[in-house]
């Protein structure tokens, strides 16, 4: 399997989220205080900054012992760029997803500046089934916002956002369950598109997070709604542990997983760390032409090699 095709500031790049906005591509991903890299054309990457110089004071305060902030979501609702991103410490459910706004991604644009907007979702032990980390932010056929996240424990969640404020609709305050593995319960990482008339949810099975020994890898189930119920290519409820794999580690490629989707167009790419096994294991940046077949499901290519 291919190791990878990106250049640039490619490697500690873990979690990634991408957008493609004001003549360029953004990608952001976990790291102190969520780094910034820009592209203009998928190829070639250089890192720009970040969002935070340091973590703001309430998640110190909400989550005792976090470091950096986690897994980020970028998105553009109601004229501003949101990012969502998430307050944890491994393998604990006291965690929260919080939000920060700009109008601009440019940091040479005197407009740039990210305000913190706070706590949009928590998970609490005892109280939770849930852990409220890896948010994703998706529309409907109707363009309204949805929050999807999860990490093990009951899986997969979403909720209903209000687009005035980038938090939970009060108008609907379900948390809807949309896939987990109820025996292993590794499952996380989700990130949904709309194609068509179908719904596609994207999760990474297995672990992550061990370097080359990681086991990660992607998988995928659909659905007519965007509250489910997912099922995968032989029709297994995801919430039962269905999902038919996208993408799986060989070679030097080693637990490839966390995607994110770039959608231009008709056209998409599968964005992901993977652990490269000939590089002590670093998490590297790669990016897939993402096809479809004739029942309309997702097959990753290999890396790109040229400018898109």
């Known amino acids: 399997m291919t190791a990878r095709a990106q250049v640039g500031d490619v490697q500690r790049v873990h979690d990634p989220c991408i957008i493609a906005a004001e003549g360029a591509y953004y990608l952001l991903c976990t790291g102190g205080g969520i780094a910034i890299r820009r592209s203009v054309d998928l190829l070639r990457w250089e890192r720009i900054g970040t969002v935070f110089a340091e973590a703001p004071e309430w998640t110190r305060q909400e989550v005792p ?17 949101h990012l969502y991103y998430s307050v944890s410490t491994f393998g604990k459910n006291r965690s929260c997803i ?15 500046k990210w305000i913190d907007q706070g706590k949009v979702v928590e998970s609490t032990p005892g109280k939770d089934d849930f852990n409220a980390i890896d948010p994703n932010l998706v529309l409907d056929e109707r363009d309204h916002p949805w929050l999807t996240w999860g990490s093990f424990w009951g899986g997969i969640k979403m909720c209903r956002i209000d687009p005035a404020t980038g938090k939970p609709d009060p108008a609907d305050r379900q948390v809807y369950a949309l896939a987990a593995r109820p025996e292993s319960k590794a499952i996380e990482a989700p990130f949904m598109i709309r194609r068509g008339d179908s719904y596609y949810l994207f999760v990474s099975f297995d672990l992550c997070c061990r370097g080359a020994e990681s086991t990660y890898r992607i998988m995928v189930g659909r659905a007519g709604a965007i509250t489910g119920p997912f099922v995968d290519r032989d029709g297994r409820p995801m919430l039962r542990g269905g999902g038919t794999q996208v993408l799986a580690g060989g070679g030097r ?15 998409h790419w599968l964005v992901h760390h993977f652990y490269d096994a000939d590089a002590r294991g670093i998490a590297t ?18 890396p790109i090699e040229s400018p898109r």
């Open 98 to 112: 919080g939000l920060a706004t700009n109008v601009t991604l440019d940091p040479a644009d005197p407009r740039y």
């Open 65 to 81: 012992g976090s470091r950096g902030l986690w897994a980020p979501d970028i998105a553009f609702v109601n004229g501003r760029y």
């Open 285 to 302: 940046l790669q990016i897939r032409p993402l096809r479809w077949d004739e029942q309309g499901w997702p097959i990753a290519g290999e």
């Open 253 to 267: 490629v080693r637990g490839p997983g966390h995607n994110a989707i770039l959608t231009k167009g008709e056209r």
